[in-house]
């Protein structure tokens, strides 16, 4: 009697998820094991005056390079610097107020030598990761990190996957957790990243909105005749009523037009308007303008300033959100 076979789809699939599965032992043995040694970390991170320069060779490098990008777009100078190009000159970029983190599973990385022999010697502050606590690297740095020695994902053990998981995250926690001990606020992290999608979803709605005379804005008084030429003029099909002092009192929309339809020339925008309409403060992101717009159907709001009783700064059109790039 022969066994049944399984199908080569199901077979892969069961490979896929073993691999996942082992990635996720390896982290929650990182977390269980996360200790003292990290906070002193992130001490000398936050007391580093100059830059974090983060070094690893092959996988660890690779790993290495995105942790470095992330420090750097969160406000702390990063650099990575190839282990075997430092051993050629490039070491003359660290200099006295940096801090070194040093990355190597195995902690005896040969190209590592020249690296750990010059910040031992000029007294640089470094932190070592690695999976053996007696490694030469972890004897040789400031605060040493262990990661727990859980094999790779792989049978043969050989395919860095398990211990890069376990790298990208640590860097990623120290990373965000300088970003927080340092009260790395959203602004400033739009201040690094003006491109791009992220950089559209970070923009505030003042940098965006349309403001002074390109508002459609009428009295309480002003013959709805008057008021249909300002919206056909302004090109925003609304019109926003205000009191004399520039507070918004209401919004005339198409649909206020035609519930009004008979006899609407003969009335003042004040018998049209909807009071109360939806607005949006300067300095609210663009991203929640245009959820707020998605989510209340319409395609315009005014921008009010909160602290001086609503009076209107601008308009913003969905068009403007979205030529921006925000989705």
Request: one cysteine or more; a neutral charge.
């Amino acid at each position: 009697m022969t066994s049944e076979r399984k199908p080569a789809g199901m077979k892969f699939l069961e490979q896929g998820r073993s691999v996942i599965k082992s990635e996720i032992r390896a982290l929650t043995q990182l977390l269980d094991n996360l200790g003292e040694d990290f906070s002193k970390a992130i001490e000398l991170l936050i007391n580093t005056e100059g830059k974090i320069i983060v070094a690893g060779m092959g996988k660890s490098g690779h790993i290495g390079r995105k942790i470095a990008a992330t420090l750097s777009s969160t406000g702390n100078p990063a650099h990575f610097v190839h282990p075997a190009e430092a051993s050629h000159g490039d070491l003359g970029v660290l200099a006295k107020g940096d801090t070194v983190l040093i990355l190597s599973n195995s902690g005896e990385t040969p190209e590592l030598a020249h690296l750990i022999s010059h910040v031992k010697r000029f007294s640089i502050p470094t932190i070592g990761v690695a999976s053996v606590s007696d490694s030469t690297l972890i004897k040789n740095s400031t605060v040493g990190i262990i990661l727990p020695n859980t094999g790779e994902a792989c049978e043969t053990g050989v395919v860095p996957s398990n211990s890069t998981t376990m790298l990208l995250a640590l860097g990623d926690a120290l990373a965000i957790t300088l970003m927080k001990s340092k009260n790395f606020s959203v602004d400033s992290f739009r201040e690094f990243h003006p491109g791009g999608k992220l950089g559209a979803r970070l923009t505030k709605v003042e940098a965006i909105m349309h403001s002074g005379s390109e508002i459609p804005l009428v009295k309480m008084t002003t013959p709805m005749d008057e008021t249909l030429i300002k919206m056909t003029k302004k090109g925003f099909g609304v019109a926003g009523i205000v009191s004399s002092d520039g507070n918004l009192m209401g919004i005339i929309t198409d649909g206020d037009l035609r519930r009004h339809m008979d006899g609407l020339l003969g009335h003042t925008a004040g018998d049209v308007m909807t009071p109360n309409p939806i607005t949006i403060s300067p300095d609210s992101l663009a991203e929640e303008a245009l959820a707020l717009m998605n989510e209340k159907g319409v395609t315009c709001l005014f921008v009010v300033n909160q602290k001086s009783n609503s009076k209107v700064v601008g308009i913003l059109h969905i068009h403007d959100c979205l030529r921006l790039g925000v989705v």
